[in-house]
């Protein structure tokens, strides 16, 4: 069977499709979509930011911090990446902000906007 839909336009309904599932809570359905979105466009740094997003959902902080740093290599300047992977570190660390102030720095450096209730501790 060939597809008549072409490779974009697959990427951005699967990333539609897998945002959606995220919203409701259903990781690993997103996780698969945004799976299949780095198999289509293995350079796609939105995809791999929002699977760790999806593997955070699922409590599995290392996938996440994993996927979100590679990211971040694709995209120096994304500074969504940036925020979420200081909560994931501020999380891990029990509630400490110095773990996730360098991230949320950056971020906010990117303009990152009302990073201010996160940053104001770090600085």
């Known amino acids: 069977m060939v597809s008549c839909v072409d490779k974009n336009e697959m990427v951005y309904r699967l990333i539609k499709e897998g945002k959606k599932k ?4 259903d990781f690993k359905g997103a996780i698969n979509d945004f799976t299949k979105v780095i ?3 293995p350079n796609n740094y939105e995809a791999y930011y929002l699977r760790g997003c ?3 959902g699922l409590n599995d902080a290392k996938g996440a911090l994993t996927d979100i740093d590679y990211s971040i290599k694709l995209n120096p300047n994304y ?3 940036y925020c979420t992977r200081g909560n994931i570190k501020f999380n891990i660390a029990g509630g400490k902000n110095a773990a ?3 991230d949320w720095l950056i971020a906010e450096t990117l ?3 009302n990073m201010n209730d996160k940053t104001r501790r770090c600085k």
């Open 22 to 25: 995220s919203f409701d809570s």
């Open 39 to 41: 198999e289509y466009s």
């Open 54 to 56: 999806a593997k955070f």
């Open 79 to 81: 500074a969504d990446a």
């Open 100 to 102: 996730g102030c360098p």
């Open 111 to 113: 303009g990152k906007e």
